[in-house]
């Protein structure tokens, strides 16, 4: 007879089960599924979103023809001017007329003057700010004018900008016209001028000053002095700033000379550098957005940027920093146009390349072939999205740019860049300026640093008091006291962050900045003096010990530590007389070179150590408590006490849980904002001292993020910022289980 193969029980039971539970239990792990799908699907979107705002950060530069237009008769050496939307532009020709064209049909409109102004025919011209010209006249005069564009609205007849005369000066001699010049703004009732002529071994320099009287007639100032180049050079290429207070001079032997004239009747000669690396005349100059860097063209092609920077040891105080060197031409640099919006500029070489570049990333950006001849003048527009040159052949080219983050790259954002205006390279995050003109600085060293520093304060400060806690609590405490202890930890957790900033940032920051001596010295007592009541107890005979309940001692510590704190701070400033002087922040700095902060790290690390501790204190303690009771009572049965009970065995067994809540403290601290944004300065600056503050990631995105244009080059970095903090913790959780799984396996058979 055959026997029946019996049925296991699990399929037994399975079978039994009601129709209900199994629907339910089916449910479930839909659900359960379902739950982690979308938290996987959550978090790709996450990335998804944060990556398509970052990307573009690191998209290329493209400079792309427009078009061109012939025409009649050559173009004189000036930069044409274009309208803000780059339909139009005007052009100066060789017989001194501006001309108008259509940069949308390509066709000539119109002049806007039949070759004299003011009946003076111009013989050199001189860029003055965008859309205006410097013209010097037969008759010696110096005279401003504006092509006028209309914002919107009807244009006038056929499209034709309007010319506008905006001043007039006699400057120059008749009989000595300048082959070169270069002017300070119009509109100041002053103008500083420096030109050149001929073979002449100096640069003249003159400034004429207006006052206007309500009772009297127009006064006028006048000084001229001459700015010497060396023996057997002339000059080739000038440049001033707007305010008439700085000048640069290039010669034909590769010499740039720097010059301060801020007071017109002693000019100083601040310094003078070769401007190439090989000996070759500087062909062109030019003057970047703030007038700090100037853009110096070679003979041989290279392009350079230079910025002066104060030197104690030089006899001006100041000497020309080369800032940047960028890839080089293979004709001579004729031309150099900056960007009214940014750092940017365009460089045209005799080899008919026009090149983009940025100042402050060092980088050449973008570069295209399309020029016929030497270029006469080269211009940016005025949005900074397109450029305009004229060549000595007679043509108008045009040219779209599309970079809308120059400043964006890997070395801007981590590594050291040399600003102008600094003494040396560094790491700077200063994302808005006084002015329009400042360049932004958005290095995120400085906010990683921040980050983590006050990540470390706020652990060393957590993680000991917060993993000691648990241990005590699950292994030490009496029953009573742990239902007690655990309850109140857990609540200090539901405290919002907002409210642990504010009482940082305007009750703890004051009182440690008066008592900070007392709470150095705190810092010392309170574990000092909890060691030492540890001795005395075990030194008390045994009876008087009998009568305290058993885990219940340590509570008999919280009055008296509380009473050493109070005292401590209450000595603080007896501590600061007899130690510090009388004066612990200049004895810091003087003695330390540290300097202190009434925000510093040693507030945040108090204020973010409280929102910590809940985290880590709960889920070690649960790690420890959960260790098997068999074990420990194993332990105490072979002789080792509580204490080597406690250290040598539950402590290993809990270790992946207590290194699991370390990481998740980890991650708090990185991601938390409101209390770093309120309790420091909000500084964001390279160091680890513990008395000054610092500026987080996290903070830097609260405080910069609603300010940032949406696009622009800061609201990226900001997004930026975020896919690496997203990252970073995903990196320590990552870790952290890794770890995890390695202490279960080595503790699991425990």
Known sequence: MKSETPIPLGVRLRARAPLRRRLVDAAA??????????????????????????????????????????????????????????????????????????LRAWRRLGELSDGAVRGERPVAWARAAEGTWWMATEQGSLVAVRARFEPGGERPPLGVPQLEELEGWSCFAPGALPDRFAASAPGRRRVAVIFARGKGAAVEFVTIAERRSLFGPVQRAEVRRDLPVPPGSRATALAITADGARAYVGTDGGQLQGWDLTEPERPRLLDAVSASSQPA??????????????????????????????DSGRASGWRLQRAGVFAQHRGAVTA???????????????????????????????????????????????????????DVSGTLHSWRIVDPHPGASLRALFGKLWYEGYPEPGYVWQSTGGTDEVEPKLSLIPLLLGTAKGMLYALLFAVPLAVLGALYTAQFAHPIVRAAVKPAVEIMAALPSVILGLVAGLWLAPLLEGRAPGALVALVVLPAGALAMGFFWRALPGQLRSRVPAGTEAMWLVPLLTAAAALCLWASPWVEAAVFGGDFRSWLLQRAGLRYDQRNCM??????????????????????????????????????????????????????????AI???????????????????????????????????????????????????????LFLSALLLFAVTFAVNTLAEVVRQWFRQRYQRL
């Open 29 to 102: 792990r839909v659900v359960v599924t379902a739950g982690g799908m979308l938290v996987i699907a959550s978090i790709a979107a996450i990335l998804f979103f944060l990556g398509r705002e970052v990307l573009p950060l690191w998209a290329s530069a493209r400079i792309d023809a427009r078009g061109a237009v012939v025409a009649p008769e050559a173009f004189a050496a000036a930069p044409p001017a274009a309208d803000p939307g780059g339909e139009f532009a005007v052009a100066a020709t060789a017989a001194g007329r501006l001309v108008a064209y259509d």
């Open 281 to 310: 005349a500087v062909t062109a100059l030019a003057l970047l957005a703030g007038d700090i860097t100037v853009v110096a063209g070679s003979g041989s092609g290279e392009v350079s940027t230079w910025f002066l920077v104060q």
């Open 336 to 390: 150099v146009a900056a960007s009214p919006r940014n750092k940017s500029f365009v460089t045209a070489g005799a080899d008919g390349v026009l090149a983009l570049h940025h100042a402050t990333t060092g980088r050449t950006r973008a570069a295209v072939r399309g020029l016929d001849g030497a270029v006469a003048g080269l211009a940016f527009f005025p949005k900074g999205d397109g450029a305009a040159a004229v």
């Open 603 to 660: 507030v945040v690390g108090f204020a973010m150590g409280f929102a910590v501790i809940p985290i880590v204190f709960t889920i070690s303690e649960d790690a420890l408590a959960s260790v098997p009771q068999r074990l420990i009572s194993g332990s105490l049965a072979l002789g080792a006490t509580r204490w080597q009970t406690a250290v040598r065995l539950v402590l290993p067994t809990a270790s992946p849980g207590i290194f699991s």
């Open 663 to 717: 990481m998740i403290g980890f991650g708090r601290a990185v991601g938390e904002t409101m209390i770093v944004l309120m309790a420091t300065g909000n500084t964001p600056i390279l160091d680890w001292n513990i008395f000054t503050g610092m500026r987080t990631l996290s903070a830097n995105i609260a405080v910069e993020l609603p300010e940032a244009p949406v696009g622009s080059t800061l609201y990226r970095v």
